[in-house]
């Protein structure tokens, strides 16, 4: 059964706060995404990563940082957390080349107080 | 900016009746389309795909796409309460990326 999880379902940090929202898979997919959601934006991409050590800005990067050290892990980094960071953090992954089978999360709601 | 338009609803249909829940998108080159379900505090799961015009049948769902009029519907018979959720749209964009739709909530009322 294939597998995405976060490191928390919910979090609450204060503004200025270094975050850090951690995903793993266990399906030995290469590709990784984190989105996060926002009531009548829908799904935008912050950050994907093709392989270890490789990532590349999605459609809203600013803010945030990611790291792909070991290939099952993906992790997001607010460096230094606004009010306006708060959402539902998803994270996804899927095969090179599979795009049909994008598998998520459970996903992380963040609150920055 | 390739784009994904779906009416965020909600769309309330009585139990037993047919939902159709529809999707435009900009890109004239795309070639597959996914919609997804999303319960209420869960994550998005994949439902259906389509690639090629026509219709694409599923159990309960059918999958409509015309790539002329840039359209993909979804269709979901004889609907239950346990449909309601929000749907998503998703078109793919280079390679291996995926554009979403903002979602259109569906409620069935018994």
């Known amino acids: 059964d294939v597998k995405v999880t976060q490191s928390s379902r919910y979090l609450v940090k204060r503004t200025g706060e270094k975050v850090f929202l951690e995903c793993v898979q266990d399906?030995?997919?290469?590709?990784m995404f984190w989105y996060r959601q926002d009531p009548g934006l829908g799904l935008r991409l912050i950050y994907f990563?093709?392989?270890?050590?490789?990532?590349e800005k999605g459609d809203i990067p600013e803010g945030y940082s990611v790291s792909r050290e070991k290939k099952e892990r993906f992790s997001l980094i607010l460096e230094s957390a606004s009010t306006n960071q708060t959402s539902m953090y998803l994270c996804?992954?899927?095969?090179?080349?599979?795009?049909?089978?994008?598998?998520f999360g459970p996903g992380t709601r963040l609150t920055v107080t | 900016q390739k784009e994904v338009e779906q009416n965020s609803g909600p769309l309330s249909v009585p139990e037993g009746a047919i939902a159709s829940l529809n999707c435009t998108y900009s890109?004239?080159?795309?070639?597959?389309f996914f919609w997804y379900r999303q319960y209420s505090g869960k994550s998005p799961e994949l439902i259906m795909s389509?690639?090629?015009?026509g219709d694409k049948e599923d159990g309960r769902f059918t999958a409509q796409l015309n790539k002329a009029s840039q359209y993909v519907s979804l269709l979901i018979r004889d609907s239950q309460p346990s449909d309601s959720a929000t749907y998503l749209c998703?078109?793919?964009?280079?390679?291996?990326?995926?554009?979403f739709g903002t979602g259109t909530r569906l409620q069935v009322f018994p």
């Open positions: 996804a992954s899927h095969l090179a080349g599979e795009l049909y089978e994008q598998y």
């Open positions: 399906m030995d997919h290469e590709n």
């Open positions: 990563s093709y392989d270890v050590k490789m990532k």
């Open positions: 890109d004239r080159g795309s070639q597959s």
């Open positions: 389509i690639y090629s015009n």
């Open positions: 998703a078109v793919p964009y280079n390679t291996d990326k995926l554009i």
